[in-house]
Nanobody, 128 residues
Framework: QVQLVESGGGLVQAGGSLRLSCAASGRTSSTEATGWFRQPLGKEREFVAARSSSGGNTYYADSVKGRFTISRDNAKNTVYLQMNSLEPEDTAVYYC?????????????????????WGQGTQVTVSS
């Protein structure tokens, strides 16, 4: 089992920055990849970014490319999502997810079904 806890959400003005953290515990050595998803109010959960544990594969949604960066601190078992130039459209609950299945993740990293472990989410609100 892998447990994930997100933090770092909050209220920020458009153009500002936030850094989300996803702290993992449990069988973290089995984690092959970690992703970030978000769910705006009343909408479906959507892919934001993903990164393999080795760091060799990193993916971003087109809507956040150039503004968001996913990174990992192996010593702390923590994955970060640095969000810059935030826009009101970025307002959502942000979820961290992890998978122990490399094969499934390699061809479906942007799908919620590729991940077996989820955090509780953290709210990000961007005001205009």
């Amino acid at each position: 089992q892998v447990q994930l806890v997100e933090s770092g959400g909050g209220l920020v003005q458009a153009g500002g920055s936030l850094r989300l953290s996803c702290a993992a515990s449990g069988r973290t050595s089995s984690t092959e990849a970690t992703g970030w998803f978000r769910q705006p109010l009343g909408k479906e959960r959507e892919f934001v970014a993903a990164r393999s544990s080795s760091g060799g594969n990193t993916y971003y949604a087109d809507s956040v490319k150039g503004r968001f960066t996913i990174s990992r601190d192996n010593a702390k078992n923590t994955v970060y999502l640095q969000m810059n130039s935030l826009e009101p459209e970025d307002t959502a609950v942000y979820y961290c997810a992890a998978t122990t299945s490399w094969y499934r993740w390699s061809y479906s990293y942007d799908q919620t079904t590729a991940y077996g472990y989820w955090g509780q989410g953290t709210q990000v609100t961007v005001s205009s």
